[in-house]
Structures are given as C-alpha cells and as structure tokens.
C-alpha cells in the first residue's frame, strides 16, 4: 500500500509518518519529498487507523505541521498546499479519507454556526420572539447535524471512517434550557 502526497510550497525535504495510540504518537518511518511530492510503502503489517504525517522534525516547544491520515489497507494519495494545508486538502484516492474529510469540512460548518448562536441564546430576552427563533434554529442546527453523522455511517458501514465519525455523536442540547440544564 502506498500514502502518495504533493503539497505545494513544502519547505522541509523530510516527511515523518508516525503511528497514533491516544495523545502519543512514535515515528515509525521517514521519507524524502521531491519538489513537495512523497512516497511512503505500507504492508499488511501496519495496523488500520490513523497514522499523522509531519511534515517537519518535530522538536521542542515548535510543533510540526501535521495531517491525519486513516489507513485501512487501502492506496492513499491526496495534494495539498503547504499554506493552507486542511483548506486546499484534495483526497485523490482514498474512500476512508475522502469520507474523514468531507466530514470535517461539513462538521466545522456545523460547528461554528452553533457557536454563532449560542452566545445569543443565553444573553437574548427570552420575552423576545428573536429568542424563539434563534432557539428553533439552534435546536434544527443540533437534528441536521445527528441526520447528517448518522447518513454517513449508514453509508458507510465498516469504514474505519464511520467509527470516528460515530464518536462525534453528541447529546442534544435543547436550546430552551437553562445553562445548567444543558451542562
């Protein structure tokens, strides 16, 4: 199996892949880039999940750039640019990936306006019909969002993907509540 990479604007030759066990990760190969191109070859010995590509030596107190990469014993290839490594991320070949990061994209869409309207929410009157509405909105936000997770594990039964997609499953918040009710 290979991970093929091209990021654009890439200034370190040496790629590090390093496997993932909670908040602990262990270089487990290296490679080097070729005008921001990379190769990395897995056998049926690496273990499916998510491994991250550091696109830097790591060392103290200076995180290196990152990217997680699902492995289920299939060929990943994927370019991006340096600068705007997430945001111009293209999954060429990979399903479990393009699953992964299609929802994240969808999930931070999601995420951010919830927490546009939260804030509103606790410091609106709630004698105002502005409240009501900016309640149902957040109460509809929080239905789209379990709709939207439980389609793509049902879409997509025994992916690696659809397992971390299932751990952002997350209880529903109603938006008439008190603070200390939803906490």
Known sequence: YQISGNISGLPSDNIYLSSIYGSKYKIIDSTKSSGG????????????????LMLSKPVANKPSPELDIIF??????FSSDYNYLYD??????????????????????????????????IHF????????????????????????????????????AARIVKMYKSPFLDAYSTESERI
């Open 88 to 121: 111009s991320l293209v999954i060429i070949n990979s399903r479990e990936n393009r699953i992964y990061y299609d929802f994240l994209k969808e999930e931070n869409e999601f995420q951010k306006r919830l927490e546009l309207l939260h804030p509103l929410i």
């Open 37 to 52: 191109s990379f190769v990395f070859e897995l056998s049926n010995q690496h273990q499916p999940g998510v491994y991250k």
């Open 125 to 160: 009157p709630k004698d105002d019909k502005l409240y009501n509405d900016l309640s149902d909105r957040y109460n509809q936000l929080q239905d789209e969002r379990t709709v939207f997770i439980e389609q793509i594990i049902n879409k997509n039964p025994g992916t690696y």
């Open 72 to 77: 289920n014993r299939e060929d990943i290839s």
